[in-house]
């Protein structure tokens, strides 16, 4: 029965639900309200206005009894319901945001048949479509084209352009943009440095959705060299071509790419400081999700790494190993791309006799401890190799081995050709063959060469490591370390070097042959060790004329057989290619393969720096 006030809440609680079949004495004066809500409703669920009336029977200490459990319960309940909703539904991209990137240098030529510099290829791989690109693997596929014929001969290329095809400013694209294009390239007026690409080459416009392209002679790498970018006649046609360098719209150009030209802001000076692109609406693979790009422009990398440490810009086109371990790792993601390049030794026998000598070089190749360097200069961030063609290069053969580091056979070899460790002394020597003429002992000839690299730490690295490793073995090894001004035209261009450390960018349009035939002896040719050899010339030739790439692969096997044969090169290693980004950017784990830098564009259209949560099937 209920007389008394029992000052607890649980008694109150359940006996104001009760449907209590007691007697009820008269109430005490402070008991009204309960018992005149008993009365009113005999329900056991209670109603809203009961509820309501809940707190004026509650002392201080129920009522925060009564609000914990309900915000415990609340919070349970909100907790559940954003796990469920996590587990059952998934992140996507969504359009919006920026992403602010670093480059090395200044834009000068944001043209496709005039660019010559990373920075001008950057800007063009987002505002300018070719009829054919790279996807993120490295595969040609695709663009500004819905596909392609190739005849069986491999000489006749035919292209039908995808429908409703729009430059930024609205004007359609046609088939005569493409000719526009190609005669430019071929006009030596322009100075393209793509002319050669295209000789032999003719063009013909079959109706204003298909064009046709006819080889002289059967090329397979041809369709890569149709990423180029296709500019708008109508733009450049009243534009003379000798002075198509100095136009505004090399600055402000009129693309089809998944972005446009927004702003630029100049210094005092007139060099750029910041170009602004935006994500364009007509893109023929869609929008981009990321609204805007900002690129800011720094002299070195050394002032670009400080920028990216300091939050002023989200990514950096490259990182040198050496900045690694400089940025915060956890704000900032290492992309490991691959990248067609290689570090290697080349000799110039012309400069230096013993290095005529095969055995000599065999001596210096098996004396070279390359994970040494691969672990010391690379952090490991790389591949040890054994000749120019890399893995996932057409002719490439994991059983083309060079000799393992060996500074014991290395020793055996030198002792053949008689040089010999004097009892005093750290360098091998042998007697001179010179005669003295006033019968006085002629001093013995001491064992040197002269190692050649440009000024980069990772060079100075290498080049460290194997002065010793050569030193060890009793070669005395003076460096000499060329700046970056000198480095192309007193060194390259003249070939003034007995050995030289240096890294080579692999175009794999062209393959090895602009590095190894004899005809590429003299500068602009890049055969740095001047070698002129009638076995590789040969198998260059065949390779070069294949019309399909299993063609390629025996000629290619060939020489690079007979290049570890004759030890004109010591191949080192192949970097990876480190690209830092925010973690915050998406959409670049696809990116495996590049071929240039700007490549670590090509699917800019799919990065993303916002997302939404959509319910999952």
């Given at each position: 029965?209920?007389?008394?006030?029992?000052?607890?809440?649980?008694?109150?609680?359940?006996?104001?639900?009760?449907?209590?079949?007691?007697?009820?004495?008269?109430?005490?004066?402070?008991?009204?309200?309960?018992?005149?809500?008993?009365?009113?409703?005999?329900?056991?669920?209670?109603?809203?206005?009961?509820?309501?009336?809940?707190?004026?029977?509650?002392?201080?200490?129920?009522?925060?009894?009564?609000?914990?459990?309900?915000?415990?319960?609340l919070?349970?309940?909100l907790?559940?319901?954003?796990?469920?909703?996590?587990?059952?539904?998934?992140?996507?991209?969504?359009?919006?945001?920026?992403?602010?990137?670093?480059?090395?240098?200044?834009?000068?030529?944001?043209?496709?048949?005039?660019?010559?510099?990373?920075?001008?290829?950057?800007?063009?791989?987002?505002?300018?479509?070719?009829?054919?690109?790279?996807?993120?693997?490295?595969?040609?596929?695709?663009?500004?084209?819905?596909?392609?014929?190739?005849?069986?001969?491999?000489?006749?290329?035919?292209?039908?352009?995808?429908?409703?095809?729009?430059?930024?400013?609205?004007?359609?694209?046609?088939?005569?943009?493409?000719?526009?294009?190609?005669?430019?390239?071929?006009?030596?007026?322009?100075?393209?440095?793509?002319?050669?690409?295209?000789?032999?080459?003719?063009?013909?416009?079959?109706?204003?959705?298909?064009?046709q392209?006819?080889?002289?002679?059967?090329?397979?790498?041809?369709?890569?060299?149709?990423?180029?970018?296709?500019?708008?006649?109508?733009?450049?046609?009243?534009?003379?071509?000798?002075?198509?360098?100095?136009?505004?719209?090399?600055?402000?150009?009129?693309?089809?790419?998944?972005?446009?030209?927004?702003?630029?802001?100049?210094?005092?000076?007139?060099?750029?400081?910041?170009?602004?692109?935006?994500?364009?609406?007509?893109?023929?693979?869609?929008?981009?999700?990321?609204?805007?790009?900002?690129?800011?422009?720094?002299?070195?990398?050394?002032?670009?790494?400080?920028?990216?440490?300091?939050?002023?810009?989200?990514?950096?086109?490259?990182?040198?190993?050496?900045?690694?371990?400089?940025?915060?790792?956890?704000?900032?993601?290492?992309?490991?791309?691959?990248?067609?390049?290689?570090?290697?030794?080349?000799?110039?026998?012309?400069?230096?006799?013993?290095?005529?000598?095969?055995?000599?070089?065999?001596?210096?190749?098996?004396?070279?401890?390359?994970?040494?360097?691969?672990?010391?200069?690379?952090?490991?961030?790389?591949?040890?190799?054994?000749?120019p063609?890399?893995?996932?290069?057409?002719?490439?053969?994991?059983?083309?081995?060079?000799?393992?580091?060996?500074?014991?056979?290395?020793?055996?070899?030198?002792?053949?050709?008689?040089?010999q460790?004097?009892?005093e002394?750290?360098?091998?020597?042998k007697?001179?063959?010179?005669?003295?003429?006033?019968?006085?002992?002629?001093?013995?000839?001491?064992?040197?060469?002269n190692?050649?690299?440009?000024?980069?730490?990772?060079?100075?690295?290498?080049?460290?490591?194997?002065?010793?490793?050569?030193?060890?073995?009793?070669?005395?090894?003076?460096?000499?370390?060329?700046?970056?001004?000198?480095i192309?035209?007193?060194?390259?261009?003249?070939?003034?070097?007995?050995?030289?450390?240096?890294?080579?960018?692999?175009?794999?349009?062209?393959?090895?042959?602009?590095?190894?035939?004899?005809?590429?002896?003299?500068?602009?040719?890049l055969?740095?060790?001047?070698?002129?050899?009638?076995?590789?010339?040969?198998?260059?030739?065949?390779?070069?004329?294949?019309?399909?790439?299993?063609?390629?692969i025996?000629?290619?096997?060939?020489?690079?057989?007979?290049?570890?044969?004759l030890?004109?090169?010591?191949?080192?290693?192949?970097?990876?290619?480190?690209?830092?980004?925010?973690?915050?950017?998406?959409?670049?784990?696809?990116?495996?393969?590049?071929?240039?830098?700007?490549?670590?564009?090509?699917?800019?259209?799919?990065?993303?720096?916002?997302?939404?949560?959509?319910?999952?099937?």
């Amino acid at each position: 029965m209920l007389r008394k006030k029992s000052g607890k809440f649980s008694g109150q609680f359940f006996s104001f639900f009760q449907k209590s079949k007691d007697k009820i004495l008269p109430p005490e004066p402070e008991d009204v309200n309960q018992q005149l809500i008993l009365k009113l409703n005999k329900k056991k669920v209670p109603s809203l206005g009961q509820i309501k009336q809940l707190p004026k029977f509650l002392n201080k200490g129920e009522k925060l009894r009564l609000i914990i459990v309900l915000l415990i319960f609340l919070g349970s309940s909100l907790t559940l319901g954003w796990r469920f909703y996590l587990k059952n539904s998934i992140a996507i991209p969504k359009q919006g945001g920026s992403y602010t990137e670093g480059l090395i240098g200044s834009p000068r030529l944001i043209n496709p048949i005039l660019a010559t510099n990373d920075v001008d290829r950057d800007l063009i791989n987002l505002l300018f479509s070719g009829l054919m690109k790279f996807d993120e693997q490295g595969e040609l596929v695709p663009d500004l084209a819905s596909g392609y014929t190739i005849d069986a001969e491999q000489k006749v290329y035919t292209f039908e352009l995808r429908p409703n095809l729009e430059w930024h400013d609205g004007t359609p694209i046609t088939v005569d943009d493409v000719l526009f294009t190609v005669s430019s390239i071929k006009n030596s007026e322009y100075k393209s440095p793509l002319k050669n690409s295209f000789a032999g080459v003719t063009v013909t416009k079959i109706n204003n959705k298909t064009v046709q392209f006819e080889l002289e002679k059967a090329f397979a790498p041809f369709l890569s060299i149709l990423t180029v970018g296709i500019i708008p006649e109508h733009a450049w046609y009243s534009i003379p071509a000798f002075s198509a360098a100095l136009s505004d719209l090399n600055i402000r150009p009129i693309g089809s790419g998944p972005y446009k030209v927004k702003t630029l802001t100049k210094d005092t000076n007139g060099n750029i400081k910041n170009y602004t692109v935006e994500a364009y609406d007509n893109y023929h693979f869609g929008r981009p999700y990321i609204s805007e790009i900002n690129f800011k422009f720094y002299p070195d990398f050394e002032t670009g790494v400080i920028a990216l440490q300091n939050k002023n810009i989200d990514g950096l086109i490259y990182l040198p190993k050496e900045y690694k371990d400089t940025l915060d790792q956890g704000r900032i993601k290492f992309n490991n791309l691959q990248f067609p390049q290689y570090t290697a030794v080349f000799f110039n026998p012309q400069n230096n006799e013993e290095l005529k000598e095969n055995k000599f070089r065999q001596a210096l190749a098996l004396s070279i401890d390359k994970e040494r360097i691969l672990n010391e200069v690379l952090g490991g961030d790389g591949q040890i190799i054994h000749s120019p063609i890399l893995p996932g290069m057409v002719g490439y053969d994991p059983e083309v081995k060079a000799p393992e580091f060996d500074p014991e056979a290395a020793k055996a070899l030198l002792e053949e050709l008689e040089w010999q460790m004097p009892d005093e002394g750290n360098f091998r020597t042998k007697p001179s063959e010179e005669e003295s003429e006033d019968e006085e002992e002629v001093a013995p000839l001491e064992l040197t060469v002269n190692l050649t690299t440009i000024d980069q730490s990772e060079n100075v690295r290498v080049v460290s490591i194997i002065q010793e490793n050569w030193e060890s073995i009793g070669i005395k090894t003076n460096l000499n370390i060329v700046s970056k001004e000198r480095i192309r035209k007193d060194v390259i261009e003249t070939r003034d070097y007995e050995i030289l450390v240096f890294g080579e960018v692999i175009n794999t349009n062209s393959g090895p042959y602009p590095f190894w035939h004899s005809s590429q002896n003299q500068y602009p040719g890049l055969n740095l060790s001047v070698l002129a050899n009638k076995d590789i010339d040969d198998a260059l030739d065949i390779s070069r004329a294949a019309k399909t790439n299993e063609e390629k692969i025996q000629p290619l096997k060939t020489f690079q057989e007979k290049l570890l044969e004759l030890n004109f090169s010591i191949f080192l290693y192949n970097p990876t290619y480190t690209y830092p980004t925010v973690k915050k950017l998406k959409g670049l784990d696809s990116l495996q393969f590049i071929n240039l830098p700007a490549d670590r564009l090509n699917n800019v259209n799919a990065w993303y720096v916002k997302t939404k949560r959509v319910l999952s099937n």
